[in-house]
């Protein structure tokens, strides 16, 4: 097994959601083909409505692979002047490209515009977003097929969101014609409430009687203030809602006030007919709020609590809980009663050995350590300190065919994401490359990794030899790209370097144009305050925004702010590895009252994002030491035990925590 690859997914999707195109300033300025110059050069006639030196140019890129983009941009101008006679061909002719699903929309979008309602269904394909498909509804009214529409309306208004604007007409022409129904209001409604779309649920009271609405507000004050469940007289009376609403507003109280859950639970479950699933759903929502604030006698209320099979996030939740109190009996027990696809997971297997070894029970505790020693993988690395044994790298890059892999260069879509990449239209080339990949076999997808991976877009060779679970090539999938500037920041902060290169393969897998949702950029996810004020304590001049994403900029402040963190933290490399991620004053309130082993520690950090993300940066440290041709230091040298509140460094200061200073 490989030490957290899987979680990277998530990664892939926040860059490719969020990720900004960097000025060709910021990129760097690699020389350009001549093709490459005449491709800009046409795009800046076409702006300017050079139209004579656009034509000129464009004719000497037909076999450029960038000349669709040209084509596309061409009929994006006039928008009013667009017919079907020039987008159907266009379509057809680029349909296994990115730019035909724009094209789709945007021209869907002009035809609802015109209200060109026949032509619009021609076009229209589904799976193209609620927006198109409410317009599709407001197609088939214009076009004498209301009873089509009408069928259809149901499963866009039944939704926990609020719908486009494109859907009103539909809706407003379906309630009109008495097709709307009260339970289907009511099921928004429930959906709404649950996903705490309040705004939407308080708009769908126009739509109910007056019985209904003194429901609906009754759930509505049960969501804003869950103690109102207490009340028996508001619920004396049966109804379709009650026990839904009930659950809802208990769930909500756990959250907000433990204790007085814990005394409701009885009378509740006691008094009303909730079903088998609401009083598992109950009895969980209680048992994790308790969890969470460390309630006395929770270990016993577990061990009484029989959590479903499937319910792994529970069953996990649950040994951590005992994990974190040091109770092996109970681990143990817990970790043998796992169904076996769990079980079976390094996690737990070393989990268990630990647990065997606390008993007293050493000798079949090594001879899992001894099994788990060979992985190379955070627990595999553990139990190797645990046994003596030496690391297990084994890298094996991939032996590729050199005339496929030539071939895999020339395939159209690499072709233009090559190209795309070159130009510094990242977002563009990503499009390419992950279209391209639908339609790969395993092999095609290592051999366009071992591509990208030559042009130093690591990032795309990163992600996708990981859908081929070829985890043995190490030198592809842990990039040793800007070393100068790594090693010479690492040094300059007397940071381990292989570490640093652990952080920024965790935060971007060596994307510069990274960009979070939450606002964190470039290679090591700065939030842009954390950046300033780190340049200031710095000394260093104010960066604006975009000068983030500049390699150089973000590695000098990024290593700045986790030395800091470090520093502050009483150089611990683990605490210092999770407050990167979630903040030091958050890791602060998650230090022991005791003494206790890093690797526990670790393992009942409360927020999985955290765990996962600490687990991975040190053990990547790891096989950066193998990448940097050191001798790998020990994960147990490296998580030295984590001491109490009143031993670790206390300096934060205020500006600091005004900054935002939580990376991502």
Not at 88 to 102: K, S
Request: with cysteine; aromatic share 10%; charged share 25%.
């Amino acid at each position: 097994m490989d030490p957290g690859v899987a979680p990277q997914y998530r990664l892939l999707h926040a860059l490719l959601a969020a990720v900004l195109l960097l000025p060709l300033a910021v990129a760097g300025k690699p020389s350009l083909s001549d093709d490459q110059n005449r491709f800009l050069a046409a795009e800046t006639a076409l702006k300017k409505n050079q139209n004579t030196h656009y034509q000129r140019l464009k004719a000497r890129l037909t076999d450029y692979p960038l000349y669709p983009y040209l084509e596309f941009q061409e009929l994006k101008r006039q928008p009013s002047r667009l017919k079907s006679s020039s987008v159907e061909p266009f379509l057809n002719r680029y349909q296994d490209t990115p730019l035909a699903p724009r094209m789709r929309h945007f021209w869907l979008s002009e035809l609802a515009k015109r209200k060109q309602w026949w032509i619009y269904l021609t076009f229209y394909r589904p799976g193209m977003g609620a927006k198109f498909d409410c317009y599709r509804l407001q197609a088939l009214h214009g076009t004498d097929r209301s009873d089509e529409a009408f069928t259809e309306t149901p499963a866009l208004w039944i939704s926990k969101k609020s719908q486009p604007k494109a859907c009103d007409p539909a809706f407003k022409r379906w309630h009109t014609a008495g097709k709307l129904t009260t339970e289907q209001v009511w099921q928004r409604a429930e959906l709404a409430i649950n996903a705490g779309q309040i705004t939407l649920a308080r708009y769908l009271k126009r739509y109910l009687s007056a019985a209904d609405v003194k429901q609906l507000d009754l759930w509505l004050k049960v969501h804003r203030q869950p103690k109102t469940i207490s009340g028996q007289r508001a619920f004396q009376q049966p109804s379709p809602r009650r026990e839904k609403m009930l659950l809802h507003g208990f769930k909500r109280l756990t959250k907000k006030n433990h204790k007085s859950a814990l005394s409701q639970w009885p009378r509740l479950r006691t008094t009303y007919p909730f079903s088998k699933e609401q009083l598992y759903q109950g009895e969980r929502s209680l048992l994790r709020s308790l969890i969470s604030n460390n309630h006395p006698g929770i270990l016993d209320m577990l061990d009484r609590f029989s959590p479903r099979p499937s319910d792994k996030s529970f069953l996990s939740k649950r040994i951590r809980t005992a994990l974190g109190k040091q109770e092996w009996p109970l681990v143990l027990s817990w970790i043998d009663t796992l169904p076996e696809t769990l079980k079976s997971t390094e996690r737990w297997r070393y989990w268990r050995a630990r647990a065997l070894e606390a008993l007293g029970q050493r000798e079949p505790a090594m001879v899992v350590y001894q099994a788990l020693a060979a992985e190379r993988s955070y627990y595999g690395f553990l139990a190797a300190d645990k046994t003596g044994a030496k690391y297990r790298f084994n890298p094996v890059p991939l032996n590729l065919d050199q005339k496929k892999l030539e071939h895999a260069a020339n395939l159209p879509a690499i072709r233009r994401a090559h190209e795309l990449f070159s130009l510094g239209r990242f977002l563009d080339a990503r499009r390419e490359w992950y279209l391209a990949l639908k339609t790969m076999s395993l092999e095609e997808m290592q051999l366009v990794s071992k591509l990208a991976q030559g042009w130093g877009w690591h990032d795309s060779a990163i992600f996708t030899l990981a859908r081929t679970k070829y985890w043995d090539d190490l030198e592809l999938r842990f990039p040793l790209k800007y070393k100068s500037k790594v090693d010479s920041a690492a040094a300059g902060r007397q940071l381990d370097n292989a570490w640093v290169f652990a952080v920024i393969r965790q935060e971007s897998a060596f994307s510069q144009d990274a960009q979070s949702p939450a606002g964190a950029m470039g290679l090591m996810q700065l939030m842009p305050n954390t950046a300033r004020f780190i340049a200031k304590k710095s000394n260093r001049r104010r960066p604006k925004k975009w000068e983030l994403f500049d390699p150089d900029i973000n590695i000098t402040l990024g290593t700045a702010y986790l030395s800091r963190v470090y520093r502050q933290l009483g150089e611990n490399q683990v605490l210092a590895t999770a407050a990167y991620n979630a903040g030091p004053h958050r890791v602060r309130t998650w230090l022991p009252e005791t003494t206790v082993a890093a690797d526990l520690w670790v393992e009942t950090i409360p927020f999985r994002e955290t765990r996962s993300y600490t687990q991975r940066v040190l053990s990547y440290a790891v096989i950066y030491d193998q990448r940097l041709g050191t001798t790998a230091t020990p994960l147990s040298k490296r998580m030295p035990w984590i001491y109490p509140k009143s031993h670790t460094v206390k300096v934060v200061s205020a500006n600091q925590s005004k900054s935002g200073a939580v990376l991502r």
